[in-house]
């Protein structure tokens, strides 16, 4: 489907997911960051980069993700993703 339809960021977020499911954290972030390119994320995706970045041990990144998705959450008005996201980055 990517193929077909390569600007389509939905189908990057879903191709990422899989690879992090996968144990493919690596691979995962490459394609969270191809996803958030495109898209005007709402803190989801900055939160799975995130932790997948906490997993590769990326403290620095995994934080500027978190604090990202924190900012994005709130902006996109949801304030228990941003609360989920805060309590991740205390806990790095």
């Known amino acids: 489907m990517l193929n077909r339809r390569p600007d389509d960021p939905r189908l990057h977020f879903g191709l ?3 690879y992090l499911n996968a144990g493919e954290l690596e691979e995962g972030v490459v394609r969270l960051h ?4 495109m898209a005007d994320d709402e ?3 900055w939160g799975r980069l ?7 041990g990326r403290m620095d990144e995994a934080r500027t993700a978190y ?5 994005q959450a709130l902006a996109h ?6 609360q989920e996201l805060e309590e991740a980055l205390d806990a790095l």
Do not use: F, W
């Not at 191809?34 to 390119?37: K, P, Q, V």
């Open 77 to 82: 008005g949801h304030p228990t993703l941003a």
């Open 43 to 45: 803190g989801n995706a």
């Open 50 to 56: 995130g932790a997948a970045l906490a997993q590769l």
């Open 67 to 71: 604090r990202t998705g924190i900012d």
């Open 16 to 18: 990422a997911l899989e």
């Open 34 to 37: 191809r996803y958030l390119d």
